[in-house]
């Protein structure tokens, strides 16, 4: 194969992944309240020492408990399932708290 096919073959290759790659945070989520998708911005915000949330498209920001270290990028775009965590409170009150089950750079 010449070098202009093997090129091919690997551009191709890499856009077909197209930041599909979920990661699962740890700790996992626990298995309590409902399951919500998220789109959205990644946000650091100086609030009790700076923290980082998700502001989703739907205007709400979210207080996730298990971002990973490789997602904490202020700016980054990003989709999740969560799990809405009602049963807890944060001193931070910036949205609701919740456990990623999932993400992923969008």
């Known amino acids: 194969m010449d070098r202009t096919a093997w090129l091919t073959i690997a551009l191709l290759v890499g856009c077909g992944q197209g930041g599909s790659d979920w990661v699962t945070p ?3 989520a626990e298995a ?3 399951t919500i998708t998220i789109t959205g911005v ?3 915000l100086p609030i ?3 923290f980082y949330a998700i502001r989703g498209r739907d205007s709400v ?3 996730p408990t298990n971002l990973p270290a490789a997602f904490r990028k202020d700016g980054l775009q ?3 399932v969560a799990r809405r965590r009602d049963d807890m409170m944060s001193m ?3 949205g609701p708290i919740v456990d990623l089950e999932r993400i992923r750079a969008r």
């Open 61 to 63: 920001t979210y207080d």
């Open 78 to 80: 990003v989709e999740a």
């Open 42 to 44: 990644v946000r650091h």
């Open 48 to 50: 009790e020492g700076g």
């Open 92 to 94: 931070r009150q910036v």
């Open 26 to 28: 740890t700790p996992p």
């Open 32 to 34: 309590k309240g409902p």
